[in-house]
């Protein structure tokens, strides 16, 4: 390996098997002294990877002076230590696959909205890059709601840069989002909400959907649960949602027994353990936590393999709600289950699952002359 030369501060470039490394320090985040490394195929790009490097984090350096994919790759290092994994995860995600490949050579300061538009045009017309698609199934189009978040992740970019009287507009905040088109939800029948957990009868994901169906949960709240976080009485479990806030939800008995069994059969127990484990060992040996893109390829699958309507994680969410809904449960009561801040979100979505609901309400109305009531 070449030797590192470099002053301090200002970053190095080194070769290293077989490819070169660019290597500036970030200072201290989160306690640890962190560097940004990037490997490159010739000595010349990691010194141009340098440059970038040291307009960027340098000392007076002003990544609002560069392109746009500069600023949006300082942004992101900025704010990684200040919010959630997942948060930032979805950020970075919008960032590399979504904003940078239109936008990221255009100057930040001379971004416009009709670039933003362009932005949402183009994405809206782009093929969903989750799983492969075929000719007899091709894969969808990203739907209004996946863009407006794309284009929500780079206002809330900018609008770092505004709240600092670093940009004096936000481009992304100036344009309208592509309204969300609101789906449809199916009603599910109690005799359907037993098949499609009796499809995964001694299937290792059975107490995972027992739980799904028997709370409402979403995927990835059930995923995150230690075994710890199930009530000493089995009736309700903790999530964290924030750093600072923590949820309580209720489950049915079914679903609390469930729980436990997962608990009993897990590989390793305790409070700070997963509740929910992954069936194969990584590399080093050891289950780790279920992953939701595990659950997310082999539910439908089960389904389909038991003759029954393909259906995602989140159907069984969808199945909790109706049921509840259909059983006459007040719509206050099933936001608060579900965690929707909004009831009225809440009775939008699944209101006309109550079985004659509206004609029971217009009956309430009819008229009632004088004459025959006396």
């Known amino acids: 390996m070449a ?4 002053v301090r501060g200002m970053g190095t470039v080194y070769e290293s098997q077989g490819s070169w490394i660019a290597s500036f320090p970030l200072g201290v985040v989160s306690g640890k002294r962190t560097r940004k490394r990037e490997r490159h195929p010739s000595k010349a790009a990691a010194e141009d990877a340098i440059a970038r490097m040291r307009r960027l984090y340098g000392r007076g350096g002003d990544p609002l002076d560069g392109t746009l994919g500069e600023y949006l790759e300082a942004w992101l290092a900025d704010a990684k230590p200040t919010m959630r994994a997942s948060t930032w995860t979805s950020y970075a995600g919008h960032v590399r696959l979504h904003i940078v490949p239109l936008l990221g050579g255009i100057p930040v300061r001379r971004l416009r909205p009709a670039d933003v538009r362009r932005l949402i045009l183009d994405r809206l017309a782009a093929k969903s890059q989750r799983g492969k698609g075929t000719e007899e199934k091709p894969l969808p189009r990203l739907s209004p709601a996946t863009v407006a978040r794309i284009v929500t ?6 609008e770092a840069a505004v709240r600092q009287d670093s940009l004096e507009d936000n481009a992304a905040a100036k344009v309208t989002l592509p309204a969300a088109r609101e789906r449809h939800v199916e009603a599910m029948t109690e005799d359907m909400a037993e098949d499609a957990v009796a499809a995964f009868d001694k299937h290792w994901l059975g107490p995972l ?3 799904l169906a028997g709370s409402g949960l ?13 009530d000493a ?3 309700f479990v903790r999530f964290r949602k924030s750093k600072t806030t923590v949820r309580a939800v209720s489950v049915s008995p079914d679903a609390a027994k469930a729980c436990r069994e997962a608990i009993a059969d897990a590989p390793r127990i305790g409070p700070h ?3 929910f484990f992954s069936p194969r060992k990584n590399r080093q040996g050891v289950r780790d936590r279920l992953r939701g893109s595990t659950v997310s390829h082999t539910v ?6 038991h003759n029954l309507a393909r259906m995602t994680p989140h159907g069984y969410r969808h199945g909790a709600a109706t049921r509840m809904v259909a059983a006459g449960v007040h719509m206050r009561v099933v936001a608060d289950q579900l965690g929707h801040k909004n009831p009225g979100f809440t009775a ?6 109550v079985p004659g609901a509206e004609a029971q309400a217009a009956d309430t109305l009819d008229r009632r002359p004088r004459s025959e009531t006396a």
Do not use: N
């Open 3 to 6: 030797k590192r030369r470099g």
């Open 153 to 158: 992740t780079l206002r809330i970019a900018l």
């Open 209 to 211: 959907v027992r739980l």
């Open 218 to 230: 979403r995927l990835g709240e059930a995923l995150s649960l230690d075994q710890g976080d199930l």
């Open 233 to 235: 009485g089995g009736r």
């Open 273 to 275: 353990e997963p509740m």
């Open 300 to 305: 439908p699958k089960v389904l389909e393999a």
């Open 348 to 353: 939008r979505v699944y209101w006309h699952v």
